[in-house]
């Protein structure tokens, strides 16, 4: 009888530490941002839906995780995140809370097709925006997931490791996976031919967070501004920048969500150029696996906007 009890017991450890994949319940996948968020969505659909830890309008720049958001970094399976220079805060709780999970950095997997940020000339140091950004001039530019190509070659790895976790499902994650891959593919043909008109025109930004966005459409970004969103520029900084605009010919000066309108408008006065608003984030978007398209057709909208 003891000898039983024994192995019932045994039976029941083995059971209990059994990996969720290999269980009657799907993967908990944890996410950072809204853009990797909707695409690692697509991928399980009709299997389970990831959780994203940045939501609304929170920035992924300093942003403090709340406890039910580490509760789920606790839970996770795998978490998917784009890296230390854009989420820093996840840097030490996934050393703590989330050490158990199987952890994707994105930036690690596209490493050679990362580009360095822009310094130097009309684009100014982002040592000055050490405040709201984690990285600085000697790092490579973390927005990569605003070129439709280099999400596919993220999603494919993103698809790779879901199956390898999770084989039952493999026949989902390869057909979400092909039909993401050809809708990625069609929404840079769109885009490619609904800014190929204004590709030549020369606009600023006020963060260069828009280079993979530039490249996969040769796009005439000559330069940004910096600019503290919480702090109005001295009179001697405004001239600065309304000569700059004006000497570098922009037709558009585009700002984030994060400032203020009447900021804008007093940095381009009296300098001719519009003004319009670019989210790299997708901040008011609502959460899912659409949103991703709805970021970039936007992005290309309101670009197409301010340049024409």
């Not at 993220?154 to 891959?181: C, G, K, W």
Request: include cysteine.
């Amino acid at each position: 009888m003891k000898k039983i009890v024994q192995l019932a017991l045994l039976l029941l450890s083995g059971v209990l530490s059994v990996p969720a994949w290999c269980s009657d319940s799907p993967p908990q996948v944890v996410v950072s941002i809204k853009p990797i968020h909707a695409l690692v969505a697509g991928v399980m659909e009709d299997v389970a839906e990831p959780q994203l830890l940045v939501k609304g309008a929170g920035s992924p720049h300093g942003y403090v995780l709340r406890p039910s958001e580490a509760q789920a970094l606790a839970q996770a399976d795998l978490v998917i995140w784009v890296g230390h220079q854009l989420e820093g805060f996840l840097e030490k709780p996934l050393t703590t809370v989330g050490r158990k999970a199987r952890q994707m950095e994105l930036a690690d997997i596209l490493a050679a097709e990362l580009l360095p940020f822009r310094e130097g000339g009309s684009w100014e140091g982002h040592a000055h925006e050490a405040k709201y950004h984690q990285h600085v001039a000697t790092q490579m530019n973390p927005h990569f997931w605003l070129s439709p190509p280099l999400a596919n070659r993220f999603v494919q790895q993103v698809a790779s490791t879901l199956i390898e976790i999770d084989p039952r499902h493999r026949d989902t994650y390869q057909q979400n996976h092909e039909r993401l891959v050809q809708r990625l593919d069609d929404l840079h043909a769109r885009l490619a031919a609904k800014l190929a008109p204004v590709k030549e025109i020369p606009y600023l930004v006020f963060h260069d967070a828009y280079q993979y966005f530039e490249a996969a459409y040769d796009l005439n970004a000559v330069g940004s501004i910096t600019v503290d969103p919480e702090r109005k520029p001295g009179a001697r900084r405004i001239l600065e920048m309304r000569k700059k605009i004006k000497d570098l010919q922009a037709r558009c000066v585009f700002s984030e969500p994060q400032f203020e309108p009447r900021l804008v408008a007093t940095i381009i006065e009296g300098t001719g150029a519009k003004t319009g608003e670019l989210d790299p984030i997708g901040a008011e978007l609502t959460v899912g696996p659409e949103s991703y398209f709805q970021l970039m057709n936007k992005l290309a909208d309101d670009l197409l906007k301010g340049l024409r």
